[in-house]
């Protein structure tokens, strides 16, 4: 079984927590923004994904099956 997880608010104070340990579990991480790409990191996939487009987000599931 794949370990995969979609994380929103990544790069904020909770966020970048949840995210180190979802890492360190081994997870492979997606982690949506917005607007303003954050930095690379490693282990860490960063899509550029509007929530509230309903489409983009159905395709985004569909392509990368999260």
Not at 27 to 36: D, G, L, M, Q
Not at 45 to 62: G, I, P, R, S
Request: proline residues 2%.
């Amino acid at each position: 079984m794949d370990k995969k997880v979609l994380l929103t608010g990544a790069s904020g104070f909770i966020g970048r927590h949840v995210l180190d340990s979802l890492i360190n579990q081994g997870y492979e991480v997606y982690a949506v923004y917005n607007s303003t790409k954050p930095q690379e990191r490693s282990g860490v996939t960063f899509v550029q994904l509007n929530l509230f487009d309903f489409e983009a987000v159905k395709a985004f599931f569909a392509k990368e099956k999260v």
